[in-house]
């Protein structure tokens, strides 16, 4: 065997793989390594929030905020008493507060690349989707958390709830909704330049979807045209079927189609798109 063939050799074979190379490799990656890359991924974002408890001050406060404001400055004047406001308002807040983690989730990515975290993904042999999905199981934590508390105050002002196990299936479908919300804001935030771009764009998207709802109040008042908005917008859809669950009612078939059907489509559109970005800019 010839020197050069000794000299060579080596450097072929120990040549770290491109970037690129390794993003179109991540498919080849198997179930039972996505969970672990997944898990550790998501340990590091909770010890992220334990180094910083700031970051999760949104989910605390926003419920309270949120709940004493709609109570006690439009409960008298939207509903005969503000006790029959509560039982209103509560579920209806709870498709709310899918809205606002999942926001919180765009920018907090967006600053995970100007910190240059992402490049310390980048240099690692893992799934570049198991990033994300870390990223909207920690935040599914902090969705429960505000919900959470959200009922605690609602509780505390007489929430009544007729139906246990429709409770759950109202603080579920809440969840499965936002986590939904939270790959549109995955998306924003490795596309746009930063997190104050996301934030103003989210909430001009935002306030219609939420304003034009049953969210807040009931739509019987509204023109025609915004009915026929809100019986197709899901935040109506999920603040009735929340409503009809904790009643016991259950919730109507055409609530839960339309909250379905959005969850189902938003994730199977938005979900490839954001793994797509984010392995384009990583």
Do not use: C
């Not at 969705?143 to 139906?163: E, N, P, Q, R």
């Not at 989210?202 to 009915?227: C, E």
């Not at 009735?240 to 904790?246: E, G, N, T, V």
């Amino acid at each position: 065997m010839s020197a050069a063939t000794l000299t060579t050799a080596p450097t072929t074979a120990t040549e770290p793989p491109e970037p690129a190379a390794r993003a179109k490799d991540d498919g080849r990656i198997g179930l039972r390594a996505h969970l672990r890359h997944t898990g550790a991924l998501a340990q590091r974002n909770v010890l992220a929030i334990r180094q910083d408890p700031q970051s999760i001050l949104d989910a605390v406060l926003a419920p309270i905020i949120l709940t004493l404001l709609f109570v006690f400055v439009f409960g008298g004047a939207i509903f005969p008493s503000r006790d029959a406001y509560v039982d209103y308002v509560v579920p209806g807040l709870m498709a709310m507060m899918g809205l606002n983690i999942a926001m919180a989730v765009g920018t907090g990515f967006n600053q995970d690349f100007e910190t240059g975290v992402m490049d310390r993904f980048r240099s690692l042999p893992i799934a570049r989707s198991s990033v994300l999905i870390a990223k909207i199981v920690v935040e599914i934590g902090r969705m429960l958390l505000a919900t959470a508390i959200l009922l605690a105050m609602g509780f505390a002002l007489g929430l009544s709830v007729d139906s246990v196990g429709g409770l759950l299936a109202a603080i579920g479908l809440s969840v499965l909704f936002g986590s939904a919300l939270m790959w549109i804001f995955l998306t924003m935030g490795v596309v746009m330049k930063n997190a104050q771009a996301i934030q103003s764009l989210g909430f001009l998207v935002l306030m219609p979807l939420q304003f034009g709802s049953s969210i807040f109040a009931p739509t019987d008042t509204m023109p025609d045209w915004l009915q026929t908005f809100t019986d197709y917008n899901p935040l109506s859809a999920l603040a009735d079927a929340a409503r009809s669950l904790i009643s016991g009612d259950g919730a109507s078939g055409h609530d839960l189609v339309v909250v379905l059907a959005w969850t189902a489509a938003l994730t199977l559109v938005m979900a490839p798109v954001a793994i797509r970005k984010f392995q384009t800019r990583t």
